[in-house]
């Protein structure tokens, strides 16, 4: 089967990467008529959910810091100084780690809260668009670009999720990083199951075809 020209993929809609205004019904190359973003390019065009928000991603590094942190004074400190437990440098640990819990709870809460007011709003966390151009491809998220030669693209693996009826694609570098926050490209594909067994199956063989 051909390929579809400027096929997409985010419940039949493009949200704008950068303020999530839905722009249905406007050619891909025009701009965002809210914000000014510019419009899309490449043969391939898919949108997705970021696979972890980033308020969640800061949230498990801190509570992962006061988890070290805690045990930290529960067991090694008492144990270096001598005691069963207790002492002041054990009650400072603590104190800090349950602190830096609370803030990973705040980071998860307004993470929570933005997501529903956007919803609210209609405005999208959609925010993931990768564009499969003719020699490279072009990751955005929000308002910044990269472009990814195809030959940097180490490994691509999808997951189907039949029960919440997504899909979850990876895309691994030489560089370990392809999104802005320097992590490895996790995206959500959501929207009707063949339509994500397509574009993902369409998406696995430009990386293939394009890295030979």
């Known amino acids: 089967m051909e390929p579809a020209e400027n096929t ?25 008529p809210e914000c000014g973003a510019r ?27 006061a988890h ?18 207790g002492g002041p440098w054990s009650e400072i640990g603590m104190g800090v780690a349950l602190t830096l819990a609370g803030v990973a709870l705040g980071y ?8 529903r007011r956007e919803r609210a709003t209609n405005l999208s966390p959609e925010r993931y668009t990768l564009e499969f151009r003719r020699d490279v491809l072009v990751v955005r998220q929000q308002d910044l670009d990269r472009v990814v030669p195809y030959e940097s693209i180490t490994r691509f693996d999808t997951q189907v999720d039949l029960p919440q009826r997504r899909t979850r694609v990876w895309l691994f570098t030489q560089d370990k990083a392809l999104w802005s926050d320097g992590s490895q490209a996790t995206m959500v594909l959501v929207g009707n199951l063949g339509n994500q067994r397509f574009v993902a199956a369409e998406m696995k063989a430009r990386i293939i075809v394009k890295r030979l």
């Open 68 to 85: 070290a942190l805690l045990m930290l004074s529960l067991f090694v400190v008492p144990t270096i100084l001598g005691r069963a437990a």
């Open 108 to 115: 998860f809460a307004i993470g929570f809260f933005r997501r």
């Open 39 to 65: 419009g899309f390019d490449g043969d391939l065009i898919v949108s997705g959910l970021p696979g972890v928000e980033p308020e969640s991603r800061r949230s498990g590094s801190i509570l992962r810091f």
């Open 8 to 32: 997409l993929l985010t419940h039949g809609e493009l949200p704008c990467p950068n303020c999530g205004y839905q722009r249905r019904g406007l050619e891909f190359e025009r701009p965002c």
